[in-house]
């Protein structure tokens, strides 16, 4: 029988929950404490708790290497190309007011923050992820007879 | 200049003070993308082009307009970060632009030489990065903003340094104690900038500075001055300070290493000097102190003993690494003679070592990419093996020391001027004493190439090798620009001039 059934049942059901959770953290960033570091975090936390489970191999399958240095590059591209849009469209860098007309409910800066807190969340996850693939690849597995 | 400047679209020069911190920042993230090095170079070499490009229009900007605000995100100073572009911010953006845009240039051989491929391109990355950040310190008017950029400078800098590892393992520990000592500087410096918030309630340069004044018998403010200037000091590798930098520059990828010795050291020295005059003011009792307590005192102990380290190197890049410390020293004591003349003239060093440094390690790293040349010794004969590399290296040696027809002669000059001003005859002395130890180390390296025994290859005939084009050319540019500018030395007088009148009249509107 598989030495960890409790942990992979209770890590099945848990890590989406974290995910979830993580998003909600982002989403609700601008009105409670959160924000596109604490979810990219949490967002990462999951998948490595998947790795430390299932195994490293299965996680890189779930999440490769090559989509986790696409996805930082694209998260600060995320970043930036918000602020060139907004420059693009009259305010100054980063200025979301322009983002969208409705100044009244500041609509423009609620986009602006999320698309900018998206751009961290993906960036912070994939760093997140590289370090522990850059670390995890390093050592030397653990035989299943010592856990 | 000004043709090239008027043929910005205006929407670019309004925003060009946003756009030339972003660009370097994003196209690092589209470097990162790139499948090999060669289109990592091809895209780090847009983007230094086109920030050089923004930096000739913000100079000519300043020098009509007088001072440059950019509000970042539409959020007013002193809430919001404000980007403030004066004549002491334009030399540094064109001593970071040409730097950068030549090093660059370089950079293709060498890189190709040192790094592995599947590394090239996230290399790049680090570099844009870094540059990116040592823009981003140069312009931005919020003292925290400026810890920001210097972090992501500094940060993406030990990764540069240690990447020097696939030629020589100990860059690891280099970059280490970089980073270590680097952090710590980091580190005193926000410790300051959060006591000056705690006194002045602001992080705005210029608001910090209307707002000191009235506060210089406060602790609290004395406390900060002294964490900023050992912070900044470290950084900048100010003589006590400075053990950081002799391995950091001698096992680093040969480009990283003139890169960083043209522009990193530069930044801190500004930082400094923004601080000292600019958000302190020069005629606070602790600040009139430091002046020649610590800024004369140490930059001539500095300018003497790495010389004299210098002299007793066996690795080529340590010995120019000594000798960096002790030209800081040379800029230190510019900053401590404390009047616009000394600070100009310390400016005026500032530029010119950019110049001579970066030849001098370019040509090293010429030397490197054809025969992987590390030891002094090993540079026998090579006046006759690369003649071209030889006498670019020869001519940038020669302003080094501060002979006459080389630019390196103004620095010393004007040094010399403003400390007899000042009645410093001592310090005049010393800088007599520091440009002979130079001879002797320079001569050490200018003896091997050109007296020594060259080698010779399987048939008995003298190796002859000629570096890359890519290499040759900004190396013979810099080298060019040290006598050409001996010769007109107005433009770089002018400028430094205007840097220390900026750093002078403060930073308030």
Redesign the interface.
Known sequence: MNPHLVLRVVSKLLIPLIVVFGLYVHFHGDYSPGGGFQAGVIVAAAVILYALIFGIENAKQAVPTGFV??M???G??LY??T??AT?ILG???????VLHPDQAHHTGQHIGILLVELGVLFTVFSVMMAIFYAFAGRAPDIPEGEW | MEFLASLMPLPLAVHAPAIIVVTPLLMAAIAALMPNGRLGWVVTLVSTVFTGLLALSLIVDVQSAGVIFYAMGGWAPPAGIEFRIDALNAVLLLVIAALGLLSVIYALPSVADEIAEGRQALFYSAFLVCFAGLVGVAITGDAFNMFVFLEISSISTYVMVGMGADKDRRALTAAYNYLVLGTIGATFFVIGVGFLYMATGTLNMAGMASRLPDLSDSRVVQAAFAFIIVGLGLKAAMFPLHLWLPNAYAYAPNFVTSFLATTATKVAFYTLVRFLFDVFWPEAPFVAISFFWVFAILGIIGMVVASVQAVFQDDARRLLAFSSVAQVGYMMLGLGIGTAAGVSAGMLHLVNHAMMKGALFMALGAFAVRFGIRRISDLNGFGQTMPLTSAAFTIAGLSLIGVPMTVGFWSKWYLGVAALENGWWWAVAALILSSLIALAYIGRMLAAIWMAEPPHDKTGGIAHARAPWLMLGPLWVLAIANIWFFFQPDFLISLTNAAAEAAFSGVTR
């Open positions: 240095r696409f930082a590059a694209f600060v591209l930036g190309g602020g060139v420059l305010g100054n860098f980063l200025d979301y007011d």
